[in-house]
């Protein structure tokens, strides 16, 4: 049997939306792959990079893989056309 005095409440963090988070991490790094690299690298495994790194800063959490590689086409894509 479980005394009820010897059971403490446990406090719960409250966690950030991991889609928030991914948003902002977009947003932040849009130059994470210096520009000589961009170049000789083409934009699939620029691209593939990206969103591995996007998905490492979300804490390796399952499940958004598209949105990872949608944020990171359009962050790689955006860094392409300033570099010409």
Same mark, same amino acid.
């Given at each position: ?12 963090? !409250? ?6 988070? *991914? ?8 130059? %994470?792959?210096?520009?000589? #690299? ?11 990079? !990206? ?6 800063? *979300? ?8 949105? %990872?590689?949608?944020?990171? #086409? ?11």
């Amino acid at each position: 049997m479980v005394n009820k005095k010897s059971v403490k409440k446990q406090t719960v963090e !409250k966690k950030t939306s991991p889609k928030k988070d *991914r948003a902002s991490a977009a947003r932040k790094n849009d130059a %994470d792959i210096p520009q000589e #690299e961009l170049s000789e690298m083409g934009l699939f495994p620029a691209v593939q990079k !990206k969103a591995y790194d996007l998905y490492l800063q *979300r804490g390796c959490v399952h499940g958004d893989d598209r949105l %990872d590689w949608y944020h990171a #086409e359009k962050s790689v894509r955006k860094q392409m056309t300033r570099g010409k």
